[in-house]
């Protein structure tokens, strides 16, 4: 076959370009494996971040040198998995370098049962996923360094270089083989056209959506990092929009899938799901617990219907969101800050409340979920096609601010007196009764803070007290 002087072109281009970014460290790694008789590659998401003119996260390596090899070459390096890869440190920074591999029998799809180290570079690179993440950087055993014809080269026996100009999304081979292989690479594709703001050429997207079911064999956990991954991108909605048409929604959350074609009157001509999708893109990319927020804060809608309306959707939708978040194994503590805020999205602006109204509504949302929830209120509120802020809302929001920079106090903590004082003046034990004593406490200050000293609690304690004493069943 006769050259390509373009397609040569390109491909030297491309290697200049990897070659001014990549840190020298990563120089240093390669030149050691060639020095001691093997191939040194960068492959992966790494190379197309930096053929993309942006800054990859990390720079993964792969060789042809079999893993006990690799610890001896290089002292401290650790072989991290039956999979080839092996750890190094340099300049406190983590690189990993793996064998060439062939794998075989993907009877779970997702992990192989089988793995073969080899010497082919392009046999690696062809059971990798998409093209773009398919071609390598750097150089063979005893490639010439002397000229710059063998070094530095890039090799791209797939075409992910013309795919990656062109911003598109390519399975390597048979794209049914390779989301049957690893079914998270269907996730992970929409992922990263959303990321990439690249599009899934047409054979890849039919056979995700002929695959889609397969990502029910996954591990909750990966399909979540994968779902955090998506809403880490500057528009979710790309990601989402591509998994609901594949089917990959439905398999994810049947719940989020069934709100295409609800009516809501919010934007006209738009769906329920449509506003979840305006919700999550205008919610801020730097929040990702209320980017989540966003993405389940109407799950509970479809199961509410009711003549138009969506009574009590918040409580459902957070109870459903519970249990989506449990089963993709979120950490418990992001998931129940964005339960907390699902269960309250739904609270009124009222400026007509009392300043007393005021602080519990703080002390029921908890003064370090505020920001989160108004947050979520205001992505809200732009999904539903409302411009800038509402007047209303930015009033009541003053008006909390204005409460917590006051001198006010809005928890036990920050009563005059505790526990210890009641039992110590009042003779009281620990228990219950306790507890609801101090309640009573704060519920009175919350009304008139001016309470808050210890002689006029101490005797409010006391009253309350007898009153219990009259009526035992209140105690």
Do not use: C
């Not at 240093?28 to 197309?48: E, T, Y």
């Not at 269907?186 to 995700?208: D, Y």
């Not at 950490?331 to 409340?353: C, K, N, Q, W, Y």
């Not at 008006?399 to 003046?425: I, K, Q, S």
């Amino acid at each position: 076959m006769a050259a390509d002087p373009v397609a040569d072109a390109a491909l030297a281009d491309a290697a200049a370009r990897v070659a001014a970014a990549a840190p020298q460290v990563v120089l240093d790694l390669i030149d050691q494996l060639v020095a001691g008789g093997h191939s040194g590659w960068v492959v992966g998401g790494s190379l197309r971040d930096v053929l993309l003119g942006r800054a990859p996260d990390d720079w993964d390596l792969a060789t042809d040198a079999l893993p006990e090899r690799l610890v001896a070459l290089f002292p401290g390096a650790v072989y991290e998995n039956r999979f080839g890869t092996v750890a190094i440190r340099r300049r406190d920074e983590l690189f990993e370098v793996t064998t060439f591999r062939t794998e075989h029998d993907y009877a779970d799809f997702r992990r192989p049962h089988r793995v073969e180290f080899g010497e082919d570079l392009v046999a690696d690179l062809a059971r990798r996923d998409f093209t773009v993440n398919a071609m390598a950087w750097g150089r063979g055993p005893g490639a010439a360094d002397t000229d710059g014809t063998e070094w530095p080269t890039l090799v791209d026996p797939f075409g992910g270089l013309a795919d990656l100009a062109a911003g598109t999304l390519r399975a390597v081979g048979d794209a049914h083989a390779r989301f049957r292989e690893d079914a998270l690479r269907m996730v992970r594709a929409v992922r990263l056209a959303a990321a990439l703001g690249f599009a899934i050429e047409p054979a890849t997207l039919a056979a995700i959506t002929a695959n889609a079911a397969l990502v029910g064999r996954l591990s909750g956990e990966r399909i979540g990092a994968e779902l955090g991954k998506i809403l880490e991108t500057p528009k979710p909605s790309v990601g989402l929009a591509l998994a609901q048409q594949t089917g990959l929604l439905a398999v994810i959350s049947p719940q989020l899938a069934l709100q295409r074609g609800v009516p809501q009157n919010k934007a006209p001509g738009e769906d329920l799901w449509d506003h979840t999708l305006r919700t999550v893109d205008a919610a801020p990319a730097d929040r990702p617990v209320v980017r989540l927020a966003a993405l389940l804060h109407d799950i509970g809608k479809v199961e509410t219907l009711a003549d138009g309306h969506f009574p009590h959707h918040e409580a459902a939708g957070a109870a459903r969101a519970d249990e989506l978040l449990r089963r993709l194994r979120y950490p418990r503590s992001a998931a129940d800050e964005v339960v907390h805020l699902i269960r309250h999205h739904m609270f009124g602006a009222d400026l007509t409340l009392s300043d007393a109204a005021i602080r519990r509504f703080i002390m029921r949302i908890g003064r370090d979920k505020l920001d989160a929830l108004f947050a979520l209120r205001r992505a809200d509120d732009a999904g539903s096609g409302t411009a800038g802020d509402d007047p209303v809302l930015t009033a009541f929001i003053a008006r909390v601010h204005a409460e917590l920079t006051a001198d006010v106090p809005l928890d036990r903590n920050a009563l005059a007196v505790d526990g210890t004082d009641l039992m110590g003046e009042l003779g009281m034990t620990q228990g219950p009764r306790l507890g609801l004593v101090i309640d009573e406490l704060l519920d009175r200050v919350v009304v008139d803070p001016g309470l808050n000293e210890r002689g006029s609690l101490l005797l409010l304690a006391q009253g309350i007290l007898a009153n219990m004493d009259k009526d035992p069943v209140a105690s």
